[in-house]
């Protein structure tokens, strides 16, 4: 089985701050990672996703996130935030197509 | 590409009624789909695997009976919540994946009265 916990319900940040959103996950096998952000009242999308190669992974909206195997993180970044970037953001973890979900971090970016 | 619709976006119904809850992939084909169900303030929690030409596979602690799952095609899967209470209020999220990638439907807000 396999679990995913992001280590922070909310983070609060002002406009072009840089942000970090962590997510650690455990699994006896190799698996996929993937944060999807959700507005409110709305579906998932996919912001990027890790599958194999290289660990620093790039996205939308210019997110990327790193891959480490070691410390079993797979933490979301970006260099400067923006209003528009106020939303919740999911962490997740897929093996056989099945996604388990971290619980979840409310980003709010201030003026 | 990779587009997944549900419909309809919202709905009202009334205690012990049922409601069906669709899920479309646009561009895409999916002989798997998966149901997901969002609480307020919550995380998503997967309820069911919809599998096209045969039974859903259904989480443990999710009643079967209750939330019937129909795979018509390989472009639609179907929700239905029978005998509605008010615990089933929620946000039913629906997934069909695209190689090794899951793409989101909108979500439907189910509220019971």
């Known amino acids: 089985a396999q679990s995913v916990t992001q280590l922070d319900s909310q983070v609060p940040v002002f406009e072009e701050a840089p942000v970090e959103l962590r997510c650690n996950y455990s699994s006896s096998v190799s698996v996929y990672l993937f944060w999807y952000v959700q507005y409110p009242n709305q579906g998932l999308q996919l912001l990027l996703k890790?599958?194999?190669?290289?660990?620093l992974v790039k996205g939308i909206n210019g997110f990327e996130a790193e891959f480490n195997k070691s410390q079993t993180s797979f933490h979301l970044r970006k260099p400067s935030v923006h209003i528009s970037d106020t939303a919740e953001y999911f962490c997740?973890?897929?093996?056989?197509?099945?996604?388990?979900f971290g619980q979840g971090t409310i980003l709010t970016v201030h003026p | 590409g990779a587009v997944v619709s549900q419909h309809p976006s919202w709905v009202i119904c009334k205690s012990g009624t049922s409601v069906k809850i669709e899920c479309r992939s646009l561009d895409f084909q999916a002989t798997t789909m998966f149901w997901y169900r969002q609480f307020p303030k919550q995380s998503l929690m997967l309820m069911a695997t919809?599998?096209?030409?045969?039974?859903?596979?259904?989480e443990q602690g999710v009643e079967k009976d209750k939330f019937l799952i129909n795979h018509a095609s390989l472009t639609l899967s179907t929700l239905t919540v029978t005998s509605a209470h008010p615990e089933d209020s929620s946000f039913y999220i629906c997934s069909a994946p695209q190689e090794d990638t899951q793409y989101f439907g909108p979500g439907t807000r189910l509220t019971v009265l």
């Open positions: 919809s599998n096209e030409g045969s039974k859903a596979t259904y």
């Open positions: 997740a973890v897929s093996r056989g197509g099945k996604l388990t």
């Open positions: 890790y599958l194999s190669g290289s660990t």
